[in-house]
């Protein structure tokens, strides 16, 4: 369908565009950039922090471009004299509420406030300073967000994200006029509400109010001290996104460098959170068979569709909005927290090291994870399984501030034992991908051949569609699994927690029939993840999730059952799927909790 | 302009409402709004917004729900008219409901009610009953809601309102799209003040031509004023429209009448050297009713410093001119007074208010200013010193 054109005219420049543009967008095809802070690609239009006004000709106020589609005739200007006026005159109020001490500030030099008050050489403004001393408190209840009121600018950027996006709400505004805040429920503390640690409104924040709670100098302090034995793993996501913290295309694959930069920062050993994502699939797989072999031969009352566990997020998501569907959750720890108790165990002995003396660090996309790693059930090893968690963009920052030239560097690999990976356990970054893994495992578990799609690439799993739907009939199976002949296995795939949402309702009203479905906390996955590089937009994940894709494709081994290192540890240590070390070490459970 | 105070009976005239709704009923939608055009009524809640041309962009809409709002939040300091108005003649503001439900296509239409008038709502529940049981015996498809507010100021604003009532934070939202395209729960809503659709009644009553005949050209018909302050005859009068304020003045005030501040706390202040060459109406200063007479006992200082500090306070606080220019006006005009800043900072702060005008979201933000230049303007030795 055609769209209707539109002929309106920019700092006096025709322009002719669809009908619904806005007046921001059809500016930027001219190449004029208006600033804008509370407009986010990924949310819904605001309007409310008003630097992006705009004159338009013959109209006694200004427009806000982001909020105003354009319209016939239209003379906008950009620039004039009302509307510079206007703007500094914003960014000055602006830092009047501002605790504007850039910097000692965690953003210094990734704020998009400092970006325009530099853009506008906001020297010393006329106005009164109206931030008190009081207003300087940072809410540090979380393990994984810090919330910092003193930096807030009001665009309700995380508010949006938090309800509409995730469809959690845990940030809301609360009072009105000069008391008009961002806060939670009763204004109570992070860590006591709803909030399930996503991060996804940090990854939104145009300044420092919402960061991640930082564990970089702890981490530091392990590597210096000469008593501890520091290994670290890193998520499959991390290796995609990485290097955007350097000045590279979002996508790029810098697994290589990453290894080495690790290396270089004093990591004893280097190994990767994708080989336990494989071990994921190896016990998540026989999970589900398993129940499915209980519903459909024994006739027991089982939980079903089975979810996926990987994402603490969405985990948390559940016990506070769905506690009536925990037993659907696989009894499986994510990938992160099997690798800890793994660490502590077979790899101490392996290597010879008194696991008391260990420390695990984790690199991950994720902020979550910082919340996972503090769970009291996440202690399977007899030690804290995970020491520290560090996001995408911390390793950033520990990288730069040693002085390390990532881009300089030489690719390296992962040290051994729990180092090895497939391209299975490198999909777990995209949405779909735990899906993905899981079915070119089963499928060929059940019936020995491999999956029925080209290149083992399930493509109706992949992609950026909200919620996804996809079936495989199983066809001519080993005997030993002859109850599942024929039968349909019906999957779907949510990412984001209010696309999560709508899935859980179909499933509670009953109006869904699938046997397994992979929920990603974060929009896109952990590509999307709240620890990633700052910003994100749907373009940006979906370069990521190319990156991921890439980087399976050129793997040598592309099933986890593959896995030779998963293979070698179930001879020597697991000895099977589902037994009894795996039940102490990698499975879990989970726990009601109120709404508020 | 006219000289004299002429006072009118159209607002709290005792008529029977359900024949005028009987005649209006059997009109056709078009006829009945272009006789409000035609009469030049304009929205009484303060924007002044032409009713007529409301109601036909409500009704040209297509829609499978339509909706006609009571604006009844009546927040604006000094403004006490549609209280006066929803106590004495509750028939006619739910009658006038229906009219614009008859005009607009609408079936449903909701009061929304000041929290604190509160205590009318047993009434208006047993009138709404009422009412509503007759339109039925009318068989015309249209039933009144009563919604009560929370108490902030905002909400009054048009599309605030309408985020109260469906339930959210009142924060006004982006125009367009305008009430009467994607309104109440996004459907075409007109919403219009108790005031306007009073008039609106008795304009499908006695005719435009009436109402035409009264007022000025900019300024048609008459006005429900709220009378306060340094004045022996405060209350509730209506006026025709376009007298000056002198003459306002030598009828209401107390023979030592300063300053007199038209249209409550967003309004203008009018010190008295501009009394003779000011028309109270669209064409001088409108206001949505209410007018305050200060004598020269008070302190301009003090009533500026009372408008800034209700302004602080009332803003939704979305915005950055306005939730932070509010706060910067109060805050400046103290440092000036206490001679922390310079008498000059008035000249900034006044800078400041022209942005908060013409880039603040909403009619809030955009009129601070109002008062504010006004005042210092006229009283700027009040201020200072
Ligand atoms: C901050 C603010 C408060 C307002 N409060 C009221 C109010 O209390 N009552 C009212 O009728 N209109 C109020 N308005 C005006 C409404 O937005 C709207 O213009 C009016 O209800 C339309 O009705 P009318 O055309 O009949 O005047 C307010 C506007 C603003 C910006
Ligand atoms: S002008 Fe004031 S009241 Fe209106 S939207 Fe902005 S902050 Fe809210």
Redesign the pocket.
Known sequence: MSKFKVNLKINNIPVSVDEGTTILEAARKLNFNIPTLCHHDDLCVAG?C?VCVVEQKGARLLTASCATPVSEGMEILTNSMKVRQARKHIVELLLTEHNADCTKCFKNGHCELQEISNEYRIGDHVFIDLLQEKDRVQDISSPAIVKDDSKCIRCQRCVRTCAHLQAVSALAVTH??NK?RISTFLDKPMNDVICTNCGQCINRCPTAALTERSYIDQVFDVIYDPSKFVVVQTAPATRVAIGEEFGLEPGTRVTGKMVAALRRLGFDKVLDTDFTADLTIIEEGNELLRRLKEALVDGKDVALPMMTSCSPGWIKFQEHLYPEFLDNLSTCKSPQQMFGPLAKTYYAEKVNKNPADMIVVSIMPCTAKKFEAERPEMRGSGYKDVDFVLTTRELGMMIKQAGIDFNKLENEGYDSILGDSTGAGVIFGATGGVMEAALRSAYEIVTGREVPFSNLNIKPVRGMEGVKEAAIKIKDVKPEWKFLEGVELKVAIAHGLANAKALMDRVKEGKADFHFIEVMACPSGCIGGGGQPIPTTMEIRKKRAAGIYDEDEHMALRKSHENPEVIELYEKFLHEPLGHRSHDLLHTHYYPRKRH | MKNKIKKVDLIFEKVDHLSILKKAFERTSDEIILDVIDSGLRGRGGAGFPTGLKWKFAKNEESDQKYVICNADEGEPGTFKDREILTNVPEKVLAGMALCGKAIGATEGYIYLRAEYNFLLGMLNEKIREFNKQMKNMNFEFSVFIRSGSGAY?CG?ET?LMESMEGHRG??RNKPPFPTQHGYLAKPTSINNVETLVFALMIANLGPTMFKELGTFDSRGSKVFSISGDTPKAGIYELELGMSLEDFVHEFGDGDTKAVQVGGASGFCVARKHFKDTVIGFEGIPTGGSMMLFNSTRSMYNILKDYLEF?EE??????????VG?QQLLKGVEAVKKGIKPATYLNELQKLSET?KIA???????S?GNPFNSIVNNFREEIIY
Request: aromatic share 4%.
């Open positions: 409310n008003r009105k006029g008009m | 905002v604003e605030a924060e006004p302004f009332e803003s939704c606080g979305q915005c950055t001119p306005c939730r509010c908060m603040s979201k909403c009619g809030l933000g955009q601070v």
